[in-house]
């Protein structure tokens, strides 16, 4: 029994991770009905990013981490502003294939800057700390921290969404672009500036994956999925709901994980698959697509 | 005296809906030729290649150029075929040719299913769908410890020596056993890359051809119009599940070697085959051939710089896509007005 409740516990906080790593996909996804296939590798790419910090200047990851946000963002506006912009329209193929390129490239450029080699970022006595919770149940402080950033990085976004001008401008444009046009809304500035938020919030997601796990170039394929399966189960443009879809797959793996350990990531897709048929448009859709 | 709207409707009765091009009669021939290429095993190897990525291309076309059904999956029905191919060979003891066909019928039924799941996503969401089901299939097939679950297994030569046509070849062209299965594979590989181009250009002659570009130009007036627009998009993805196993199934004979790490590869059955489709062309038949003609060349060329070679890939493919979205076929094409498999229809006034 407790052992099943260590599951759920360890399911949750697993789900924090998957929904830092689906919040920034959520909210451009929401705002500009972009799919970003280079997502995942983005947020390895900014793991890179904190981890260069951190060995060659000798910061604390956290430190580093904070280091790497506005650089983040500065390459999350850049990269929709030169590159993206261009892509998004009517057309469905523009910018599935763009940020898929992007996908290969960032892969490719991290393996000939980094090599093959797995990373670690590497925090201390913290790593394993771990809280007890009595009757042979204990919970990582990590972890913990992981679900908490999750939790504050929801709110926060929430706040910007639906307490700022900024906010009113984002919801204006997913909701319908050509009126907020009329507005005087610059949607490219607004793309731009949504971009730069979610390279934030990647950033964010790549501290908890390095210290987490090891890490190479080529697990941004495979962390995207996952991200993806949070928003879809989540609903377009409900971040609660991201928050809601990563606990999902996390509680979906650590179960299927605790029958069989090679089934880990195979009932993580099949829990998104059952949603899919059941509900294709998410658990709790907020906007129209 | 008929007044000015009889005119109008007698001139337009005058058109008729042409389809041939005098270009589409040359290429007939020059396929020919290519049957008779034998001679070295290294340029057979490389043709078979050339041949597969292209089958494959042609399929993905079908798919995401005409269907709008833009799929990142479709290396899901690529290892299907290798391991069917691999389960009926050394399972049951079919023979490879049969079993080559037999794998892409079996992918055809189990795309049926997976369909009803992915066909719940639209747009984009259909892409990230068709992606998970492949990488459940990869994980699927891992479980199987009779094909050597997660690290794959190898084809028994035994399993191919008795290959249909065998002896014959050896004779034919007084060659070793090896060399002889290199030839019939590129037999068949040669069947599919021209099959493929004739099965996408048969499909869109017919009426189904007719409600996908319908459905293309506006799905709502399509089905307003009558046309089911499930069924048709059904139809498609089936029949590529089916040809995709089959070129699944001979890449796996070829190679003789399956893991599911390789056979569900997105970068090899995925991202490779939409740069061909892409450079070349999307939306036109003739855009996947030049496609992969450049991608062949500059993987020749350029493969041994490994990440660099990748990273220019990828670039070539944002530059075409943003600047020259109808690639390099569809620029020739909207320049010079040819078409080498001619499926528009076309309104023509016959000269008087």
């Not at chain 2, 043709?47 to 290396?75: K, R």
Request: hydrophobic letters at 55%.
């Amino acid at each position: 029994m407790l052992d099943w409740l260590g599951t759920i516990i360890q399911g949750v906080l697993l789900g924090g991770l998957y929904a830092l790593f689906a919040a920034g996909l959520s909210l451009i996804f929401g705002i500009m009905r972009l799919v970003n296939l280079a997502h995942g590798d983005l947020i390895v790419l900014a793991a890179f990013a904190i981890l260069s910090l951190a060995t060659w200047l000798g910061f604390d990851p956290f430190l580093a981490t904070l280091l790497a946000m506005p650089a983040m963002f500065a390459a999350g506006f850049a990269l929709q502003h030169v590159l993206l912009n261009r892509a998004l329209g009517r057309d469905l193929l523009p910018p599935l294939l763009v940020t898929f390129g992007l996908s290969i490239i960032i892969q490719n450029g991290l393996l000939e800057a980094f090599t093959a080699d797995s990373r670690r970022l590497r925090l201390g006595a913290i790593e394993t700390a771990s809280i007890e919770l009595g009757g042979n149940l204990a919970i990582g402080v990590m972890p913990l921290l992981t679900l908490g950033s999750a939790i504050a990085v929801v709110l926060l976004l929430n706040l910007l969404f639906y307490r700022t001008a900024l906010g009113r401008a984002f919801r204006a444009t997913s909701d319908d672009l050509e009126i907020a046009q009329l507005m005087g809304i610059d949607h490219h500035r607004i793309y731009s500036i949504a971009m730069g938020i979610a390279m934030v919030v990647a950033t964010i997601a790549a501290l908890y994956l390095g210290i987490r796990s090891n890490f190479d170039p080529t697990i941004g394929p495979a962390r995207l999925i996952y991200a993806f399966e949070a928003v879809i189960i989540g609903g377009l443009g409900s971040l609660w709901g991201t928050l809601a879809g990563g606990v999902i797959i996390g509680l979906a793996q650590t179960f299927g994980a605790k029958l069989n350990p090679e089934w880990q990531i195979l009932a993580g897709h099949i829990a998104f698959l059952v949603v899919v048929v059941l509900r294709p448009r998410g658990l709790f859709p907020r906007a129209e697509d | 005296m008929p007044n000015g709207d009889e005119n109008q409707l007698i001139e337009l009765a005058q058109y008729r809906i042409e389809t041939k091009t005098r270009a589409s009669a040359i290429l007939a021939l020059a396929g020919v030729a290519l049957v008779l290429i034998f001679a070295v095993r290294g340029l057979i190897q490389d043709l078979i290649f050339v041949f597969y990525m292209l089958a494959l291309a042609q399929c993905w076309n079908l798919l995401a150029g005409y269907a709008g059904l833009v799929s990142v999956g479709q290396q899901a029905f690529v290892g299907l075929g290798g391991y069917l191919l691999f389960a009926l060979t050394i399972g049951a003891g079919i023979d490879p040719i049969a079993a080559v066909v037999l794998s892409g019928l079996i992918a055809a039924v189990f795309a049926v299913p997976t369909a009803f799941v992915v066909f719940r996503l639209r747009g984009p969401y259909f892409a990230i769908g068709s992606w998970v089901v492949a990488e459940v299939y990869r994980l699927v097939f891992a479980q199987f410890k009779q094909l050597g679950g997660g690290t794959g297994t190898s084809l028994p030569p035994s399993a191919t020596n008795e290959i249909f046509g065998i002896e014959w070849v050896k004779e034919m062209f007084e060659v070793r056993s090896p060399a002889a299965r290199d030839i019939i594979t590129y037999w068949i590989a040669l069947a599919l890359a021209a099959g493929a181009p004739l099965l996408v250009y048969l499909v869109l002659r017919s009426r189904c051809g007719l409600a996908l570009f319908a459905i293309r130009d506006s799905e709502a007036t399509a089905e307003s119009a009558g046309v089911d627009s499930f069924r048709a998009k059904l139809g498609v993805y089936v029949l590529v599940a089916a040809a995709t196993g089959m070129i699944g199934a001979l890449i796996y004979l070829q190679k003789a070697r399956i893991s599911p790490d390789a056979a569900f590869s997105v970068l090899d059955w995925s991202a490779y085959v939409i740069f061909i489709v892409i450079i070349g062309g999307v939306g036109t038949i003739e855009g996947p051939i030049v496609g992969v003609i450049v991608f062949y060349a500059m993987q020749h060329y350029l493969a041994d710089f490994g990440t660099w070679y990748l990273i220019l890939l990828g670039a070539v493919a944002i530059v075409i896509m943003l600047f020259a979205p109808k690639g390099i076929w569809g620029y020739v094409a909207q320049r010079y007005r040819v078409a080498l498999f001619p499926v528009q229809r076309m309104l023509v006034r016959p000269h008087e």
